[in-house]
Structures are given as structure tokens and as C-alpha cells.
């Protein structure tokens, strides 16, 4: 089956800076993949996600992008507010397959 | 944006009760629903998938017996776990997938179970 990892388990940084949380997958037949943030005892929310025939996407201070060759792909928050503070998740599913997820990166954004 | 609930919130219940949950989507048909598990600081563990008017697929090491699911119409599937005991406390979250989503999955709020 699908294998997902993700780095860092934790990340601070100082507000105003760039974020960057990485994931790689293991069945190159993944062609969907989401990213959630899930704050504290809430459900994981939908921020950004990109299909397999897509390089980058961009929505904001938030952009994927997606190496299909290499199998892996990468959030990048820019400008980064304290709001940002919250659990991320990275997924990989096949259309209309059910998701594989990461371990999730703690993001902490210093005021 | 796709809408899903969950019921109750949280429940406390006795070692060897049944309790049922509940996952609706709200304003489009979830032709498929997902059932997670998520402890303290770690990821979402899925514990089955259902499609509507199926059987719901457990992953490996799911007591099927233990979690029953139900998806008896396009806008409701339901867990319940029997038989609980305080092993089985957890934070127990569906999402739904359906007519209008594509593969976007949609997360209910959640459901924090504890077992006395």
C-alpha cells in the first residue's frame, strides 16, 4: 500500500518568515494530494491540494509543489503569523481511493 | 464549502456500553464516508471506509465486530463502537466524500469518546 512520510515533526519559527514542510510518497500511482491544518481539538481543514498533472499551485502566502518524479512534494508557507500555528498534514490518494496521511509537522510561528 | 457534522461532540460512557456516532454531510450526497481514530499528537489512522448501501472496508487490524458502520443513505453513516472499554477512549473523526467534492474530503468536527 501507500506510504507517506513527513519532515519536520516540529517546526518553529519567527513570524514573517517562510515555513516549508516536505512529504514523500511511495506509490507513483498517487495522483491527488492535499494538505489539512488542524488546530487544537478541531478537525483537520482543506488549505491547499494539487493533482498529479500540476507542478505548483499557489493560493496566497500558501503554494505545493509536487516532483512527481522524485515521488514527493512540499508546502510552503511565506510571511508566516502566528494564526499559522497549528498541525499539518500531507496526504496521497489515488482518484477516488481513500488517503494515505503523514505523521503531521507541529508548526509553531514565534511572535 | 462542504459542510459535515458529527454527533455528539464528546461522550462519556461505562466499560461495556455501546455508544454510536454519527457523521452527516450537510449539503451535498457523501457517496463515501471515512472513519479515523487520532490519539494525542499523532496522525489520523483510518479505521474503515464506507460507501453508501455497502459493506464498509476495515483496514487491517480493525475489529469489525467491535466498530460498526453503517452508510445507509447519502447523507448519513454511522460508527458505534460496542462493547467499549477505556482502551477504545479516543478522539474518532469521519470525513466524506461525494457528488461536487471530487477527492476532497471534508472532515466532521470530531467525536472525543471516553470509557470509564
Known amino acids: 500500500g501507500e506510504n507517506v512520510e513527513q519532515h519536520p515533526s516540529t517546526l518553529s519559527v519567527q513570524e514573517g518568515d517562510s515555513a516549508v514542510i516536505k512529504c514523500t510518497y511511495s506509490?507513483?500511482?498517487?495522483?491527488?494530494f492535499p494538505w489539512y491544518k488542524q488546530e487544537l481539538g478541531k478537525r483537520p481543514q482543506l488549505i491547499i491540494d494539487i493533482r498529479s498533472n500540476v507542478g505548483e499551485k499557489k493560493d496566497q502566502r500558501i503554494a505545493v509543489t509536487l516532483n512527481k518524479t522524485a515521488k514527493h512534494f512540499s508546502l510552503h508557507i511565506t510571511e508566516t503569523q502566528p494564526e499559522d500555528s497549528a498541525v499539518y498534514f500531507c496526504?496521497?490518494?489515488?482518484?477516488?481511493?481513500?488517503?494515505?496521511f503523514g505523521d503531521g509537522t507541529t508548526l509553531t510561528v514565534k511572535p | 464549502g462542504a459542510v459535515v457534522s458529527q454527533h455528539p461532540s464528546w461522550v462519556i460512557c461505562k466499560s461495556g456500553t455501546s455508544v454510536k456516532i454519527e457523521c452527516r454531510s450537510l449539503?451535498?450526497?457523501?457517496?463515501?464516508m471515512f472513519w479515523y481514530r487520532q490519539f494525542p499528537k499523532q496522525s489520523l489512522m483510518l479505521m474503515a471506509t464506507s460507501n453508501e448501501g455497502s459493506k464498509a472496508t476495515y483496514e487491517q487490524g480493525v475489529e469489525k465486530d467491535k466498530f460498526l458502520i453503517n452508510h445507509a443513505s447519502l447523507t448519513l453513516s454511522t460508527l458505534t463502537v460496542t462493547s467499549a472499554h477505556p482502551e477504545d477512549s479516543s478522539f474518532y473523526i469521519c470525513?466524506?466524500?461525494?457528488?461536487?467534492?471530487?477527492?476532497?474530503?471534508?472532515f466532521g468536527p470530531g467525536t472525543r469518546l471516553l470509557v470509564l
Open positions: 470525513s466524506a466524500r461525494g457528488y461536487g467534492t471530487q477527492e476532497t474530503q471534508y
Open positions: 449539503d451535498f450526497q457523501a457517496t463515501t
Open positions: 506509490d507513483s500511482a498517487s495522483n491527488y
Open positions: 496526504a496521497a490518494s489515488i482518484w477516488a481511493g481513500k488517503s494515505t
